[in-house]
């Protein structure tokens, strides 16, 4: 196993603590448990459309004001900086949420995706995007992210898939590449891969 030359994370769930009590939401939105809330959008009416993104814009901004990083988040993103490895943030969130996690904790990208620009995850449109923008190739490039649609776009793109289980058993159908616990179990992979380079 090569080190990348750089890695797309997803956001919630992976970088920062989920915040948001899905189940709760569909219930309150009448979202079955098979559809995504993006995928739901697309097939409402224009008044529904614009009530439930009402809705999901203030739960998704209330947990951006509410972010938490995971453990380990800080130093893993350090420790890419000083090595070289690039980084991209691709996420189904909006930029104004991205952004205010960003400003609370200080983060930075070389590219952020967010579902403003255009298709999304599991779509492996947005991951090759920012490949080109990076300019890495896809077998250059791990995908981290807790969930199926980042497991999904990352083997539809050809791209190293990183689950973070976090203590979990893996409940979709889509195969990761690798299963880690963490972010500090990731940064210790890291650091094993880095020395065996040298």
Same mark, same amino acid.
């Given at each position: 196993?090569?080190?990348?030359?750089?890695?797309?994370?997803?956001?919630?769930?992976?970088?920062?603590?989920?915040?948001?009590?899905?189940?709760?939401?569909?219930?309150?939105?009448?979202?079955?448990?098979?559809?995504?809330?993006?995928?739901?959008?697309?097939?409402?009416?224009?008044?529904?459309?614009?009530?439930?993104?009402?809705?999901?814009?203030?739960?998704?901004?209330?947990?951006?004001?509410?972010?938490?990083?995971?453990?380990?988040?800080?130093?893993?993103?350090?420790?890419?900086?000083?090595?070289? #490895?690039?980084?991209?943030?691709?996420?189904?969130?909006?930029?104004?949420?991205?952004?205010?996690?960003?400003d609370l904790h200080g983060l930075h990208f070389d590219?952020?995706?967010?579902?403003?620009?255009?298709?999304?995850?599991?779509?492996?449109?947005?991951?090759?995007?920012?490949?080109? &923008?990076? &300019?890495?190739?896809?077998?250059?490039?791990?995908?981290?992210?807790?969930? &199926?649609?980042? #497991?999904? /776009? /990352?083997?539809?793109?050809?791209?190293?898939?990183?689950?973070?289980?976090?203590?979990?058993?893996?409940?979709?159908? /889509?195969?990761?590449?690798?299963?880690? &616990?963490d972010l500090p179990a990731l940064w210790q992979w890291l650091k094993q891969l880095c020395?065996?380079?040298?």
């Amino acid at each position: 196993m090569l080190l990348p030359r750089a890695i797309l994370f997803d956001l919630d769930g992976t970088l920062t603590r989920e915040r948001i009590d899905w189940s709760a939401l569909r219930s309150e939105l009448n979202i079955p448990a098979h559809q995504g809330f993006l995928e739901a959008l697309e097939k409402m009416d224009p008044d529904q459309r614009a009530r439930v993104q009402q809705i999901l814009h203030h739960h998704e901004h209330q947990a951006a004001l509410r972010s938490e990083l995971n453990d380990g988040c800080k130093e893993l993103l350090s420790w890419l900086d000083d090595r070289g #490895i690039a980084r991209a943030l691709i996420t189904r969130n909006t930029r104004a949420s991205v952004r205010t996690v960003f400003d609370l904790h200080g983060l930075h990208f070389d590219v952020t995706i967010t579902r403003e620009d255009g298709v999304y995850k599991p779509d492996p449109t947005p991951l090759l995007r920012a490949c080109q &923008k990076l &300019k890495v190739s896809t077998d250059q490039v791990w995908m981290v992210g807790d969930w &199926k649609y980042d #497991i999904e /776009a /990352a083997n539809a793109a050809r791209i190293t898939g990183i689950w973070l289980s976090y203590g979990r058993e893996r409940t979709f159908e /889509a195969v990761p590449d690798h299963t880690v &616990k963490d972010l500090p179990a990731l940064w210790q992979w890291l650091k094993q891969l880095c020395e065996q380079r040298v």
